[in-house]
Antibody, heavy 121, light 107 residues
Framework: QVQLVQSGAEVKKPGASVKVSCKAS????????ISWVRQAPGQGLEWMGW????????NYAQKLQGRVTLTTDTSTSTAYMELRSLRSDDTAVYYC??????????????WGQGTLVTVSS | DIQMTQSPSSLSASVGDRVTITCRAS??????LNWYQHKPGKAPKVLIY???SLQSGVPSRFSGSGSGTDFTLTISSLQPEDFATYYC?????????FGQGTKVEIK
């Protein structure tokens, strides 16, 4: 079945970087883009960015521009999200999601199980 | 950025109730609207895409309607497994944006 499996929880100090992985299985990795979405404690869902697994093109949320980098390794069907200069308000559960695109729209399905990133001194 | 506003932010309902959640976009988004269900500790799950198309495997008690700026998610007969937070999300233009969520709780 189609599945996205993310790496485990991380604890980082302010100013550090974190890199979360998202390994895809059950489908052709390069046929669908990957988006990343995060949820801070008690907050809603926030879209972070998107990467084309076909050619590596990216699109980032403006508030994260310069701090976030999305990459992929097609040889292992894995997507990565790196966030730098971490702050306490980056504490959140980070999700990857496959992007389904049709002529009438796009949506996220499925999602990874989530990775908790805690930023604390 | 397109702002998505859901109402209510939370609601209490009983098993068997009909539940309606509203989502309003800050500009017209045609039918580029998706609905997700999110339970604590689980990955979000798409219920409805393109405003009214039911995702495969999702029970038929879930339905979506609307176009332009106003959209509705309806659960025709609330079941115990439906207690969760529901989010709308627009796919009309980047950045993709979500509503703030509607938490459906047991009455």
């Amino acid at each position: 079945q189609v599945q996205l499996v993310q790496s485990g929880a991380e604890v980082k100090k302010p100013g550090a970087s974190v890199k979360v992985s998202c390994k895809a299985s059950g489908y052709t990795f390069t046929s669908y883009g990957i988006s990343w979405v995060r949820q801070a404690p008690g907050q809603g869902l926030e879209w972070m960015g998107w990467i084309s697994t076909y050619n590596g093109n990216t699109n980032y949320a403006q508030k994260l521009q310069g701090r976030v980098t999305l990459t992929t390794d097609t040889s292992t069907s894995t997507a990565y999200m790196e966030l730098r200069s971490l702050r306490s308000d980056d504490t959140a559960v980070y999700y990857c999601a496959r992007v389904i695109v049709t002529t009438t729209g796009d949506w996220f399905d499925p999602w990874g199980q989530g990775t908790l990133v805690t930023v604390s001194s | 950025d397109i702002q998505m506003t859901q109402s209510p932010s939370s609601l209490s309902a009983s098993v068997g109730d009909r539940v309606t959640i509203t989502c309003r976009a800050s500009q017209s988004i045609s039918s580029y609207l998706n609905w997700y269900q999110h339970k604590p500790g689980k990955a979000p799950k798409v219920l409805i895409y393109d405003a009214s198309s039911l995702q495969s495997g999702v029970p038929s008690r879930f339905s979506g309607s609307g176009s332009g700026t106003d959209f509705t998610l309806t659960i025709s007969s609330l079941q115990p497994e439906d207690f969760a937070t529901y989010y709308c999300q627009q796919s009309y233009s980047p950045p993709r944006t979500f509503g703030q969520g509607t938490k459906v709780e047991i009455k």
